[in-house]
């Protein structure tokens, strides 16, 4: 599916390169049912599960930075020289919050 083509205006070239250049039509009708389709199933589970779908799912494992202040990213706590938890770590000590 490709987006109907946008009045002209003044940003319409610059929107036009961009396009051009990346090869994602990113106008409304674009790829943004594609990212929609990607996306949903991640955001109804945290909707339905809360944060046991980030236990249960590899997927939002691997997308958790910080959970309560506290580094669940082994990378990102190691190039900021601070503490790493693991996610059940992290989440077993903030329960008494």
Do not use: C
């Amino acid at each position: 599916m490709t987006a109907p083509p946008s009045p002209p205006g003044p940003i319409e070239p610059q929107v036009e390169y961009l396009i051009r250049a990346s090869g994602i039509d990113f106008r409304i009708g674009g790829n943004s049912h594609a990212l929609n389709n990607a996306t949903l199933p991640f955001g109804l589970a945290l909707a339905n599960k809360g944060f046991a779908a980030v236990l249960e799912n590899p997927h939002l494992r691997a997308g958790l930075n910080v959970y309560h202040g506290r580094l669940t990213y082994e990378a990102v706590a190691e190039s900021l020289g601070l503490p790493f938890f693991p996610i059940e770590q992290a989440a077993a000590r903030s329960e008494g919050l």
